[in-house]
């Protein structure tokens, strides 16, 4: 047989849904080759010891943010050496038309192309794109971004009609570049629906429609408007805590409850909650989906809203939507996610620099932009605080990589077996450090997790079998692709 390209000896594997066990690791071609117990060194071009450390398989987050902020070619160069850092293999990103991201309108046709070309040639992981039907042309360009593009991910955010991004209405025609005679409301929402579902049955599309999905932003923009002008009329609660009155719990499930009847209506079935932030936003997804059996929901929780409440996280640049929440919801997500009422977990990641996140004064949270970047934190996060709670390395590989892997049509990706892609990283469980902003890869000056303690510390990041993270530091040139997906294994 032809020569290993890799042998990874002295770790421990950890396969989803499975205790970690002492196997080593044989790479060829970018692929995982062999993985088996005691595989001799000779076969090998290159051995690594492991040094006993955990083999999680490459997280896959498939929620995040680059170009919002920051141009997208720059974002994509430094935002993926942070996710670099957190273990993170592969990335999907949201894509929108209107202000931020690549600040235009127009087609998908016109537009996918130039977030192509800004991505090409910068990304140290692999990476994909989900988009937002924002323009009513957009629902009949679906079928295109699927077949042209390998784009099977689609997205509606349900405030952003009447409320705006940060925490105040404006002019959200102006804001999303949309025509006078169309409206980004309830009405679009169910249309996009119906669309997805149409190229659902076409006929080009069948094979693979599992793959084809739609996430949402759950958050009701009336309510929220309405509980901002009080919080700011009354002037009694600051920071963290007067963002969370201003967008409360019960918009969030009075949402899931809007779109899981559309997706009813409009015989939808994969449909992704995304970072549910709440009580009452689990309790409306979990009785979503006994009312509706047939629709195939998927529930995701970030890692700063399990790891980071109003009064731990590091003041308002922990602003974000949904909010961060009083302990009480943190303990909420807790207690579903080991409850198996959680399917993955997510960044959200968001880099906003520090003089673009905060306003004047800088400590209205009203003025503060919305998001953060967090990646490099994730599995790390997840690992520390979860040992605290029980929850197992297998289920963490679930939550981190092969449930979002399947969902979003990644086949090739998301655990450590024979003929997926060779994307690992190594994590030592016994690492006691503490997060520091000046310490990751990412352009943003600060994080909501300034001094949180971690236990447990990725220390080595390989995509398809090469090295992009040695001890912490991000090594090589950017090597990632864009992935169009379903991806399938040969």
Known sequence: MPMLDLLL????????GEEPRDLDIGIRDGKFEVIAEAIQEDSAKVVVDGRGRLAFPGVVDCHQHWGIYNALAEDARSESQACAQGGVTTGITYLRTGHYYLNRSGPYAEVLPVALEATEGNAYIDYGFHVAPILREHIAEIPSIIEDFGVTSFKIFMFYGQHGLHGRSGSQAEFLMIPEDESYDIAHFEFIMRGIQKAREDARFVDIADDISLSLHCETAEIMTAYTKMVE????????????????????????TIAAYLAYETRLPNINLLHLSSRKALEAAMLMAKTFPH????????IGHLLA?????????????????????????????????????ASDHACCRDEAKFGVPRDDVFLAKSGFGGAEYLLSGLISEG???????????????????????LHTKGTIAEGYDADFCLVDPDASWTVHASDSASTQEFTPFEGFEMSARVTDTFLRGERVLEDGKVVGQPRGQFIRRPSRRD
């Not at 109003?310 to 003041?315: E, F, H, Y």
């Not at 929850?391 to 979003?408: C, D, H, Q, V, W």
């Open 387 to 409: 040992n605290k709670r029980g929850l197992s390395y297998g289920r963490i590989a679930e939550l981190t990589a092969a449930n979002p892997a399947k969902r979003f049509g």
């Open 309 to 345: 409440d109003i009064d731990t996280a590091n003041g308002i640049g922990a602003k974000v939507n949904p909010p961060i929440r009083p302990r009480e919801d943190v303990e909420a997500l807790w207690e579903h996610l080991l409850a198996g009422h959680v399917d993955w977990v």
């Open 9 to 16: 000896k002295n770790v421990r594997v950890v396969r989803p």
């Open 233 to 256: 009329q009354e002037g009694r609660l600051k920071g963290l805590e007067a963002y969370h009155a201003s967008r409360p719990p019960h918009s969030e499930g009075l949402a899931i």
């Open 295 to 302: 629709v195939n929901f998927r529930r995701e929780v970030t």
